[in-house]
């Protein structure tokens, strides 16, 4: 049986990798006191937390 320590089996791996889709901003909030409150000025970017999927 052979003795692995910790690093030996992962240090060939990347750390983490993301994946970002690109985004197409089409619209703005027109009241930016609702984009202030929502935390963006960006209607699809508005999802607020459920605790559950990202629905609204």
């Excluded at 983490?16 to 027109?30: G, N």
Aim: glycine share 6%; net charge neutral.
């Amino acid at each position: 049986m052979k003795d692995y320590s910790f690093e030996e089996p992962f240090e060939k791996y990347p750390l983490a990798m993301a994946y970002v889709p690109w985004q197409h901003f089409t619209q703005m909030y027109e009241n930016l006191e609702k984009g202030y409150r929502a935390g963006t000025i960006f209607p699809e970017l508005d999802k607020p937390f459920t605790g559950r999927r990202c629905v609204k």
